[in-house]
């Protein structure tokens, strides 16, 4: 059995550096988080290995670890997608016996021990560059530059590439975006961008008294290297911070960031269902994605790509003149101001929290559709949408916000408010029918676990729940990085092939 997953299966296969900083800035964290999750809640040891005992189905483990089953799914899904466990067809799972190697080895298995307390106060990297001094966590001293440089600068290296493999996952992945986090929050990524030189510049001019062991770890990710006069960014590195880049990236990262102590605190939301980052908090969510609506924003050319993607994919089989179409969730605004865009008299409602809104209404007067735009501030969780109302109704990225029970409800919801030939168009991220990748995905899912958020679902799971409402036509397409589902009533013609790439557009 391979690995089903692709991008960053093994961490040594030659990957180009857009795709380790993408890859960094993002996922790195939730990998680390992972691995020490599954460590912490004894989950490598409960299961069985293969061929050596009855493989366990997630409920099974889930009343013997005294964990929460959805938590622990989603922990299982990704090590399968990594090949570390393994799932047969009836979805019961054992450890692969590389991985019951590994971790047999007692010795290492106390290095992978030790590294534990550091995530809380890697988090605290950044201070630690800025003044050159251990941090307070928890009442003790961590001197974490040290660690950073032990770890990941000049690291004492392991018996075996395996060994290596695992630790790299385990910790270095967590640290590379701790050290791209700490770099760009500095200001040193863009020192260096400007071309500051020295060691001694650099920190002067980013204010930071220990910048030295950032800029090594720089340079072990191929961002950085030495040069007669000091430091300067690889040229690859200098190619892929241009322009807006390298801002994008920074934002990116703080997004990043604010996981950090959800992730270094998953053992209790695994166990016990306790969400460091709730975004089921009215409060926090509105916070965390008026933030999010502001980020989209940045990176309102790619989205918009995707989503003019779609419009022109559904206006193939049904012409956009005169639709009625609602957004649900709409965030930044962008899917449902690529439907207006399509044609001169269709007409959107954007519906989101009312903070998400002001964001959204300044997206929609720049892309000039503002004068068929309507704003409906609301809850999608209780919201009636109202009764065959819309042409169309998308749901953009927005199931994974619901847990899974709240979906058919949600999915009644818009089935009602679709007129009898409407069309819903769901983006989101669609697992294989395993559901055991894409990797990218299943992250994804994974820090919807972590915010107590919702699921992501096959293919077929939501063709049964879209049949169940009525709308039992549904085909699934994929877009580049995610998937469209559409469905309808019985009859209605839907796309089956993606419209070609739109020409870039004006904005
Ligand atoms: C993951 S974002 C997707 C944003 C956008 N559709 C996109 O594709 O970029 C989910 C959106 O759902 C909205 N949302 C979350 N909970 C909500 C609630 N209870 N009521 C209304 N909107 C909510 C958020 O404000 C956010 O804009």
Redesign the pocket.
């Known amino acids: 059995m391979g690995t089903s997953c692709g991008f960053m299966a093994a961490p040594h296969e030659p990957v180009s550096l857009a795709q380790s900083l993408h890859f960094w800035a993002r996922n790195a964290s939730n990998e680390s988080a992972l691995f020490q999750t599954a460590l912490r809640v004894g989950l490598f040891d409960a299961l069985t290995v293969e061929g050596r005992g009855e493989p366990l189905p997630v409920e099974t483990l889930a009343e013997r670890l005294g964990c929460s089953a959805r938590g622990l799914r989603s922990l299982l899904e990704l090590l399968v997608c990594l090949d570390f466990v393994r799932m047969d067809d009836t979805r019961r799972f054992s450890l692969a016996p590389h991985t019951a190697t590994l971790l047999g080895d007692s010795a290492f298995r106390q290095q992978l021990q030790a590294e534990l307390p550091w995530w809380g106060p890697m988090g605290l990297l950044a201070d630690a560059v800025k003044s050159g001094e251990p941090v307070d966590f928890e009442g003790q001293r961590w001197d974490v530059l040290s660690h950073l440089r032990e770890r990941l600068v000049a690291p004492t290296p392991f018996a075996t590439p395996a060994h290596e493999d695992f630790f790299d996952r385990f910790t270095r992945s967590g640290l590379r975006t701790q050290v791209l986090l700490a770099a760009g929050q500095s200001g040193l990524l863009a020192a260096l961008a400007e071309d500051v030189r020295t060691e001694q510049a650099l920190g002067e001019s980013t204010s930071t008294r220990a910048p030295g062991v950032l800029l090594e770890a720089l340079a072990v990710l191929g961002m950085t290297r030495r040069q007669e006069d000091g430091w300067a960014l690889t040229p690859e590195a200098k190619t892929l911070l241009e322009g807006k880049a390298l801002a994008y990236l920074v934002r990116s990262l703080s997004v990043s960031a604010r996981y950090w102590e959800a992730l270094g605190r998953l053992d209790e939301t695994v166990r016990h269902e306790r969400y460091v980052l709730d975004?089921k908090d009215?409060e926090v969510?509105?916070r965390f994605?008026a933030d999010?609506?502001q980020q989209?924003t940045a990176v309102f050319a790619t989205?918009f790509q995707l989503s003019r993607r779609a419009a022109a994919t559904l206006a193939g089989v049904r012409p956009l003149e005169g639709a009625a179409v609602l957004?649900i969730?709409?965030?930044?605004g962008?899917?449902g101001a690529a439907f207006a865009r399509t044609s001169s008299s269709t007409h959107v409602t954007y519906?989101?929290?009312a903070i998400?809104l002001e964001q959204v209404r300044r997206n929609v007067a720049k892309l000039e559709v503002a004068d068929r735009a309507r704003f409906w501030p609301?809850?999608?969780?209780t919201?009636d949408f109202g009764a065959a109302d819309f042409d169309v109704i998308i749901l953009?990225?927005?199931l994974?916000?619901l847990s899974p029970k709240d979906v058919p409800d949600i999915f009644a919801r818009v089935a009602r408010a679709l007129r009898p030939d409407g069309i819903l168009v769901i983006?989101e991220y669609v697992l294989n029918e395993r559901r055991d990748g894409p990797l990218d995905h299943l992250y994804f899912g994974f820090r919807r676990f972590m915010t107590n958020e919702g699921d992501l679902l096959s293919a077929s799971e939501y063709a049964k729940l879209l049949a169940d409402v009525g709308l039992t036509t549904s085909v699934c397409i994929p877009l580049p990085t995610q998937e469209l589902v559409f469905a309808a009533r019985d009859g209605v013609a839907l796309p089956t092939a993606l419209a070609p790439p739109p020409r870039p557009p004006s904005v």
């Open positions: 975004l009215p969510s509105g994605y999010n609506s989209i989205h957004d969730g709409t965030g930044s962008v899917w519906f989101d929290q998400v609301g809850n999608l969780f919201q953009p990225q927005v994974n916000v983006a």
